[in-house]
C-alpha cells in the first residue's frame, strides 16, 4: 500500500523500516536520494532481498518494515510485488522521490 511522508518517518523511527530507493544508478547519482535510504535498482532487488542468496543484503528481514520509492512509484509498486511473492510482510510505497522530497524529507548524495 502507499503510505504519506509522516507515515514513513514514522515507520522509520519507531520500527527500524529500510527505505529503499529502486531507481537507476544514474539517477541516484543525478539527484541523491533520501537520507539513510539504500539504493538497490529494481532488476536487482531480487538477489539482494533472497535470505537464502548468496547476494543477499542483510538489511533485507521478511519481517523487517521495507518502505520504497522510485521516480514516480511505478517501480516501487513491481519491487514490492517481488517483495511480498518472497515473504514480506511490511512492504509500503512512498511513491515518487520528488513527493517525498517535497513532503520535507532529507536527502543525501547517492
Same mark, same amino acid.
Given at each position: 500500500?502507499?503510505?504519506?511522508?509522516?507515515?514513513?518517518?514514522?515507520?522509520?523511527?519507531?520500527?527500524?523500516?529500510?527505505?529503499? @530507493?529502486?531507481?537507476?544508478?544514474?539517477?541516484? %547519482?543525478?539527484? #541523491?536520494?533520501?537520507?539513510? /535510504?539504500?539504493? +538497490?535498482?529494481?532488476? !536487482?532487488?531480487?538477489?539482494?532481498?533472497?535470505?537464502?542468496?548468496?547476494?543477499?543484503?542483510?538489511?533485507?528481514?521478511? @519481517?523487517?518494515?521495507?518502505?520504497?520509492?522510485? %521516480?514516480?512509484? #511505478?517501480?516501487?509498486?513491481? /519491487?514490492?510485488? +517481488?517483495?511480498?511473492? !518472497?515473504?514480506?510482510?511490511?512492504?509500503?510505497?512512498?511513491?515518487?522521490?520528488?513527493?517525498?522530497?517535497?513532503?520535507?524529507?532529507?536527502?543525501?548524495?547517492?
Amino acid at each position: 500500500p502507499k503510505i504519506s511522508v509522516d507515515e514513513a518517518r514514522k515507520l522509520v523511527a519507531k520500527e527500524n523500516a529500510l527505505m529503499v @530507493d529502486v531507481r537507476d544508478g544514474t539517477e541516484v %547519482a543525478n539527484t #541523491g536520494k533520501i537520507k539513510g /535510504a539504500v539504493h +538497490v535498482s529494481r532488476g !536487482m532487488i531480487e538477489f539482494r532481498a533472497d535470505t537464502e542468496a548468496p547476494s543477499h543484503d542483510p538489511k533485507f528481514q521478511k @519481517d523487517r518494515p521495507v518502505i520504497l520509492y522510485c %521516480a514516480s512509484g #511505478g517501480r516501487a509498486a513491481l /519491487a514490492g510485488k +517481488v517483495l511480498k511473492d !518472497m515473504g514480506y510482510t511490511k512492504v509500503r510505497n512512498l511513491g515518487g522521490f520528488k513527493d517525498a522530497v517535497d513532503g520535507g524529507l532529507e536527502t543525501e548524495p547517492g
